[in-house]
């Protein structure tokens, strides 16, 4: 059972700044859990600087070759079987640490994203299940699935293969990358074309794309904007700042739309405040049991 914390809650605080949604405005909380604004990456600060440093890595070494070796050897599903509901109860020894917003355990993460979007939408019950298993692949820091560091597991998301677009963050370490001076990928369409479908590219290695994989391949009913969902949702160059739209087909367009709602719910919902773990686990069962099998392949 989660000990519920007493500590007001900063999701939903009334504050000027608010969205539209097909459910009237999303209103924006005013601070995240450290009492700052939402992906404040300029402020000063260790942690803002730890999380810099994260980027500097990862933009070295996500190149092209190392994402294809990587997709290579983990589409093997071959580190282990178990369901969902034990992978999420794996997640509770993981800390993100590329996160600004939150330092709470991941499954009370998925939780409070799923909760909130159920709040919202609550005949939507295939995106309040998206909202529980979209970080599961964050099990990649784990010794039993490699370990990788975290600079190949967490973090914002982009294509490799075409050029680094400018709004990506921290772009400028991206010159140490091998890939950077490379002709055959470093222009905007690369060894893509126009309209081929984000499908057809190879986003930089982590956990969202692991995860699709996993649900994809053990043959998820969930629909194809949750696969979208899972995949995508660190892809904040693309959903965020408007990059590598060239790319899309016309299925990227409305699933799109479904990304943007889920993730208003997964940024904002980052809050101090736990969930009663108990009390909507039956609820989150009952899900995972019409979506995917009782037991998946990692």
């Known amino acids: 059972m989660t000990i519920l914390t007493e500590q007001p809650s900063n999701f939903g605080r009334a504050e000027e700044k608010k969205i539209p949604t097909p459910k009237g405005e999303f209103v924006v909380p005013e601070t995240n859990s450290f009492g700052e604004t939402f992906r404040d990456y300029d402020a000063e600060g260790e942690k803002h600087a730890r999380v810099e440093n994260f980027y500097k890595i ?5 190149t092209y070759d190392f994402v294809k070796r990587m997709r290579e050897e983990y589409i093997k599903l071959d580190k282990m079987e178990m369901s969902i509901w ?8 993981v800390l993100d640490e590329s996160d ?6 991941q499954l009370e993460h998925l939780l409070q994203t799923a909760e909130a979007i159920r709040r919202d939408y609550p005949d939507e019950e295939w995106l309040h299940l998206t909202g529980l298993v979209h ?3 964050k099990l990649l ?4 699935f490699g370990g990788l560091p975290y600079w190949a597991v967490v973090g914002d998301t982009y294509p490799v293969g075409c050029a680094f677009d400018q709004s990506i963050l921290h772009h400028k370490y991206f ?14 369409y690369g060894v893509y074309s126009e309209g081929c479908g984000l499908d057809n590219l190879l986003l930089s290695w982590g956990h969202d794309d692991y995860m699709y994989l996993v649900a994809r391949e053990n043959k998820t009913t969930l629909p194809p904007a949750a696969l979208f969902i899972i995949r995508y949702h660190s892809f904040y160059p693309l959903h965020t700042g408007g990059a590598y ?5 016309e299925e990227d367009h409305e699933n799109l739309k479904w990304l943007q709602i889920f993730n208003k ?6 809050a101090d405040n736990l969930i009663d773990v108990e009390k909507v686990k039956p609820y989150y069962l009952s899900l995972i049991e019409k979506y995917f099998p009782a037991k998946l392949k990692w």
């Open 86 to 93: 034990e992978c999420c109860e794996l997640l509770n020894d």
């Open 141 to 144: 820091l784990l010794p039993q």
């Open 245 to 249: 739209r060239h790319f899309m087909n």
């Open 265 to 270: 719910y997964e940024l904002y919902s980052k």
């Open 100 to 105: 600004l917003d939150s330092d709470l355990p």
């Open 135 to 137: 970080d599961l692949g």
């Open 58 to 62: 990862n933009h070295q070494n996500q």
């Open 175 to 188: 010159k140490e990358n091998p890939d950077y001076n490379n002709p055959a990928y470093n222009t905007k």
